[in-house]
């Protein structure tokens, strides 16, 4: 494996354009790490890890990944799964005590899958330097109702994952920083990642920044316990991604069986099939595999991805937010090291007035008149029926009238719907939306 000490930089167009995307907002610092096949092959960096001390961000700097870390909690999960600790399908209340009833009633799966009905704490708790423990997040959602019933829909909630670390602890006897330190992080031989502890000064960590009102400023600091929480608290550097990928794609931490339900979407009742695994965006691009997941805390932001045609990894972190655009950096990324590889630059696969691009863009640019829940299948409608909470899970946000809307890949998913990605220009910005269809033309994904 190449050592984590040795990274050879970009090529110097693609550090480029990595530069014109990363000021596209003011970032305090960032770094991009490319890995093929476990070895590191590029590596670039812009900025400070501190702005008053002036320490440039290297391959050593250490950011937060926020949920980006949901895969690792997962990853717990799935090893005492393999050691017969736990079954996916048993409750969660048969491993954690005090749970409300109706939560303890959640099939684990559920949990992983985002597929639970628990809402998301974050709606409700935002005080990140206040101490988030679980009478906390009990007293505030523990009384509300579920969003849908287990397996009936897909709403992203960060509660899932909290409860998953009480899950991991309850079994296990360990911490949760204790448990990935012993069970995870160190068998893969990382050199520094390692679970967040705001208080602890830890050596080369990022400082957190905003960028408010033209100027830098001291990010919220995480409370200790927030720092660290299951649902998103581990720090890690470039030269962590390397061996990390290596852990992944090999059966040291997790069986491979047990990995490949882990890529792979989860089932709802309806019978079909959401992009989303254990801790994972799991999708398809340009004919291959694609993993993928974003995180942000205040002041940090990172984007992991997995291209398994080319065998490749992108990691992109920052310690400033607004974050720039992570998503379009590691696809830039992928492009320059395997062209082709990404929908990124894929042609139009139509000219935009087929009946589900039109559906498609009536529902991206939306006003304030309701939706017509026909559109959609059963699982959204669920969500949108909901309203709040459910309806803002489940839409992506709403959009003025778009230049062009076009189609650009598409692939069958199970339960014969087909997932099709399109395109959407404005004004010379380019953002990516991921749409699923029933087979009579009903929308049961959108991202």
Known sequence: M???????????????????????????????????????????????????????????????IGSVGKHITALAVMQLVDAGSVALDAPVGKYVEGLPESWAAIPVRRLLTHTSGLPDYGRVIRDWDR?????????????APLLFPPGAAWAYSNTNYLVLGWLIEAVSGQLYADYLRDRLLGPAQLPSARV??????????????????VRFVHAVQLERSVSAAADGGVLFSARDIAPWSAALTS?????????????????????RQVPYGF????????????????????GFGAFLMHLA?????????????????????????????????TFLSRPPAGDGRDPRTVRAREVLERGAAPLDLEWF??????????????????????LPPLDRLEPIESYPVPGGCRMVRYRATLAGHVAHYLFGWTKDDRIFWTS
């Open 196 to 213: 967040d502890s705001a208080g602890d000064v830890i050596p080369d960590r990022a400082e957190p920044y905003d960028y408010s009102n």
């Open 309 to 341: 045609g080319p065998g490749l990894w992108v990691a992109v972190m920052a310690n400033t937010t607004p974050l720039p655009p992570l998503l379009l950096m590691a696809l830039t990324t992928a492009e320059a090291f395997s062209p082709g590889s």
């Open 279 to 298: 801790g994972w965006f799991v999708e398809r691009t340009a004919g291959h595999h694609m993993q993928r997941h974003a995180g942000r805390v205040p």
């Open 131 to 143: 101490p988030q423990g679980r009478d906390v997040i009990l007293g505030a959602i523990g009384t």
């Open 2 to 64: 190449t050592s984590p000490e040795s990274i050879s930089p970009v090529p110097a167009s693609l550090a480029a354009r990595l530069s014109e995307l990363a000021n596209t907002d003011t970032v305090a610092g960032v770094a991009v790490t490319v890995v093929r096949d476990g070895q590191a092959i590029g590596f670039w960096s812009a900025g400070y890890a501190s702005l008053p001390f002036r320490v440039p961000v290297t391959e050593r700097t250490l950011f937060h």
């Open 251 to 271: 059966a040291r931490l997790v069986s491979p069986a047990l990995m490949a339900q882990a890529t792979t979407g989860a089932l709802l009742t309806t019978g």
């Open 377 to 398: 299948a059963p699982e959204m409608q669920v969500l949108l029926r909901a309203g709040g909470e459910g309806f803002q899970a489940s839409l992506p946000g709403r």
